[in-house]
């Protein structure tokens, strides 16, 4: 099978320090001593030596059972990350399996076989580290490394039955349930074996248990519900729904269902190049202490009915028909006023005004018929 040509030219770096024939060892467990995360870290000729970027997630360790090794990196065997989906980075003082398996060969003859590594050994049973000092050494202290601070109070999450569960090191998780368990408050006779998955970033900060952590969504930093008939116990941070003029949506912490509920301290949604679509069969609700609306063209908006304030129940008056209508109104007193300002005495007053009565009429009359008209068939206010 042909390989891609371009590998040729890291035949000579792939080759340093592999064995030349097949070489099948048993299983060794290994203390982490460093890892290599750049060209920076730990050094660049770590870098170069290993592979370049097939060197990173690498790692020095050394046999749990010598305690004599020392942590000068040229002297201690190196292994390959042996994962190709899912990474963890191990911490120095987590405990690997280390086995040989092949590495790739882009020349003729037998693979090399180096040394991998596993996922650090789940000693403590949490998912924020599992360093397991050296019994035979003089230092038991916990030292995560460069920038690494130790969290006591991060705790991995309580399972249920039938879980599937992925886990960082700082409270985030992954968790895909369904069945019934007495700790899942999600999942009951009537919808056992539904599924729902939970991602959340964080958990509680006052949680400070020896036990294990289940999500609470108005305590989690950020997260996301994902249901298929389940109610999200969720407590809403605005309640009025006072806009309502028939039935209202079920309520967030109520509803039962297949739905998508997504929380935080604050929640952007962003469209970079094109638009940004809300499309929802019954309602779309924004509650919030203020809403703020901006356009740099345009707002449009439009329905057979829109209602402006809780209790609108009288039509908006159309501003031009409306400006239009005053216009001729004022024109009308305009012409009364001037025929009364001809008017030199008594007589001509009376005379004035009998002319005016059919005019004044006609005016009315045509004005009247388009009151009507003044009023939006669409917008209502209060």
Request: glycine fraction near 8%; charged fraction near 25%; proline fraction near 6%.
């Amino acid at each position: 099978m042909a390989y891609n040509p371009s590998l040729g030219a890291l035949t000579d770096v792939l080759g340093k320090g592999l064995t030349s024939t097949p070489k099948v060892e048993g299983v060794k467990y290994g203390r982490v001593v460093e890892v290599i995360l750049s060209k920076e870290e730990p050094g660049e000729k770590y870098y170069k030596k290993y592979g370049e970027l097939e060197s990173i997630n690498g790692i020095f360790y050394k046999n749990i059972f010598d305690s004599t090794q020392e942590d000068e990196l040229d002297t201690l065997p190196f292994a390959y990350y042996d994962s190709t989906a899912v990474t963890k980075v191990p911490f120095p003082g987590e405990i690997v399996m280390v086995y040989s398996r092949p590495k790739r060969s882009t020349g003729e003859g037998d693979y090399p076989f180096v040394n991998y590594y596993t996922d650090p050994i789940n000693i403590w049973n949490n998912p924020h580290h599992n360093i397991l000092p050296d019994p035979k050494s003089s230092n038991t202290e916990v030292v995560l490394g460069d920038n690494l601070i130790e969290k006591e109070n991060i705790t991995g999450l309580h399972p249920f039955g039938g879980d599937v569960l992925l886990e960082g090191r700082l409270g985030q998780s992954l968790r895909f349930s369904g069945y019934k368990h007495p700790l899942n408050s999600f999942t009951d006779d009537s919808n056992n074996g539904k599924p729902f998955a939970i991602l959340k970033v964080g958990q509680d900060k006052d949680f400070n248990k020896l036990e294990k952590y289940i999500e609470n969504i108005d305590k989690d930093p950020s997260s996301i519900y994902l249901t298929s008939e389940h109610v999200v116990p969720i407590t809403p941070s605005v309640t009025k729904q006072d806009s309502f003029k028939g039935d209202k949506p079920e309520d967030i912490n109520i509803f039962k269902g297949n739905q998508v509920v997504v929380d935080s301290g604050r929640i952007v949604l962003h469209s970079k190049t094109d638009s940004l679509l809300l499309n929802s069969k019954n309602y779309i609700t924004l509650g919030s202490n203020a809403v703020n609306v901006d356009a740099l063209e345009y707002i449009s908006s439009d329905a057979p009915e829109i209602f402006i304030g809780a209790k609108a129940e009288q039509p908006a008056v159309l501003g031009d028909s409306n400006e239009e209508f005053l216009k001729k109104l004022l024109s009308l007193l305009q012409t009364i006023a001037n025929n009364f300002n001809l008017a030199k005495d008594p007589v001509s007053t009376t005379s004035a005004v009998a002319g005016l009565g059919p005019f004044i009429l006609k005016e009315v009359s045509a004005l009247t018929s388009k009151l009507e008209s003044l009023k939006s068939k669409k917008v209502k206010v209060e």
